[in-house]
């Protein structure tokens, strides 16, 4: 029976664990500091890290931190990054499913646009598409720009001119983009 719920300080051993067998050497220690750095990181709005646990064994993390969009402070953007399962309950939909409960609480707090930085044979799925991020500039120049895709959840009207985008501070790492 799988359980989904917020993460907390006591998740960190567990969400390191996650990271450094789901990603490769070399980008594991990148990802795994993201992950540690947000769950410590206070914004406003808040940051929503999401655990996936299985008989108490945690499986598999994601969390969600806010965007701000320069000269559009109304409209409520968060990132979704980073995302990983254990090795050995891949492919079980426990991914799927910590994105279908991010994007729900987000939808339920009146957030409009979720930017991710991905596979789109993977993201796709849920939505994301690259002509929704097309006009907002990631802070980094993107080393895949075909990674870079949003889903809008409330309505709301897409900016028709390039926009640049911030994010909180364990994000401002070029090494992420
Ligand atoms: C990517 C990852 C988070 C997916 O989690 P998961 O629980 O295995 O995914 P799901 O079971 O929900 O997968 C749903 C579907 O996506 C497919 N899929 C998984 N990884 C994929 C990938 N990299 N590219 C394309 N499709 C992928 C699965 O085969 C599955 O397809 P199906 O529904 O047709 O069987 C997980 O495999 C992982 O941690 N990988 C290593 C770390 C990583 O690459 N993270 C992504 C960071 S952007």
Not at 27 to 47: D, F, G, Q
Not at 59 to 72: A, K, L, Q, R
Not at 162 to 169: K, S
Request: neutral net charge.
């Amino acid at each position: 029976m799988m359980n989904i719920r917020i993460a907390t300080d006591l998740d960190r051993d567990d969400i390191k664990r996650i990271y450094s067998s789901a990603f490769p050497k070399g980008e594991s220690e990148i990802v795994t500091k993201l992950a540690i750095e947000l769950l410590a990181e206070k914004t406003t709005p808040s940051t929503i890290p999401l655990i996936a646990e299985t008989n108490n064994f945690v499986v598999g993390h994601v969390t969600f931190s806010p965007v701000g969009i320069e000269s559009n402070e109304s409209c409520q953007a968060y990132i979704l990054a980073p995302l990983a399962v254990q090795p050995g309950y891949q492919k079980r939909r426990i991914g799927s499913k910590l994105i279908e409960y991010g994007m729900q609480q987000l939808l339920a707090i009146g957030g409009n646009i979720v930017f991710v930085y991905g596979d789109p044979k993977y993201y796709g799925r849920f939505g994301f598409n690259a002509g929704a991020a097309r006009n907002y500039t990631a802070p980094y120049k993107l080393q895949y720009p075909f990674g870079w895709q949003a889903v809008v959840l409330n309505e709301y009207i897409l900016e028709k001119a390039p926009v640049a985008i911030n994010c909180v501070a364990s994000l401002c790492d070029p090494k992420l983009w």
